[in-house]
C-alpha cells in the first residue's frame, strides 16, 4: 500500500539538487515532490523504517532529518498539485515540479 511521507532535512544532509539526485535514484520512492525548502513529499510502499535506512545510506549520518507518514489529520498553505500528491499518492508527470 503507498504512503505519503514528508522528508526534511537539516542542509548538512545535502543540497536540494544532491538530495534530490538521491531520491531520483532511490528504489523505495515511487513518487516526489517540493515546494518547501528542505523538505520533499515522498510517495511510498516502504515504512518510514525502510526510507529511514535508505537515506542513512545516503547521508552516512551528515546532518539531520525526519521522515514521517502524513495522514488524515494535516492542514497547511500548500499548492494544490501538492495535496493531489499527499492525498491520493499519486501525481501526473506535470506534478513532480511546479
Known sequence: MRRAYL????PDVGTRDE?????????????????LP????L???ASADELYAAIQRFNAKRGRFLVC????????W?????????????????QVEE
Open 69 to 76: 507518514e502524513v495522514g488524515a489529520n494535516k492542514q497547511g
Open 43 to 45: 510517495v511510498s510502499e
Open 38 to 41: 528542505n523538505a520533499f513529499y
Open 19 to 35: 538530495v534530490k539526485d538521491f531520491i531520483d535514484t532511490c528504489h523505495e520512492v515511487a513518487h516526489w515532490r517540493y515546494d
Open 7 to 10: 522528508f526534511i532535512y537539516s
Open 78 to 94: 500548500l499548492p494544490r498539485k501538492t495535496w493531489t500528491l499527499l492525498n491520493t499518492h499519486s501525481y501526473r508527470k506535470s
